[in-house]
């Protein structure tokens, strides 16, 4: 049985990683948001900015939300022309998809913003 392409598999994930930043954005406790998610502060893994050429072809520097790693991981990077996107990677595979106007996905840059994560330093406004 062949595996399914993270092009493949991208919406599935997605779409479980919107109903989690919803319910999030509209919990009233981020410590204990419920009994499946627990405590927003320690939902991802990591939040750093990732330099330009860090990557093959990547010449643009972005800040990366990494929610999991292995494979497949995921992740929400910013960029600073705006730009929101979801990504999907399994060894040697990706798949991304634009999230910027997802209400979720602008709920999440603005509190990176007033968590002063993003910065204007980096090119983020």
């Known amino acids: 049985m062949k595996a399914r392409t993270c092009k493949e598999r991208i919406t ?16 009233e406790d981020y410590e204990n948001v419920n009994d499946e998610i627990g405590n927003f502060y320690h939902y991802g893994l990591d939040f750093g900015y990732v330099e330009p050429n860090t990557f ?5 520097g972005y800040y ?9 991981s995921d992740e929400i990077n910013f960029y600073a022309d705006g730009t929101i996107e979801y990504w999907l990677k399994d060894w040697f595979d990706g798949a991304k998809k634009d999230i910027t ?3 979720w996905a602008i709920w999440l840059k603005d509190w990176f913003e007033v968590d002063s994560s993003l ?6 406004k």
Do not use: C, V
Not at 56 to 60: A, G, L, N, W, Y
Not at 64 to 72: D, F
Not at 119 to 124: A, L, P
């Open 12 to 27: 599935r994930h997605l779409k479980s990683r919107s109903n989690d930043f919803k319910t999030i954005m509209n919990a």
């Open 101 to 103: 106007n997802e209400s």
């Open 64 to 72: 990366r939300y990494q929610l999991s790693w292995g494979g497949p």
């Open 56 to 60: 093959k072809d990547q010449e643009t």
């Open 119 to 124: 910065n204007e330093q980096k090119g983020i």
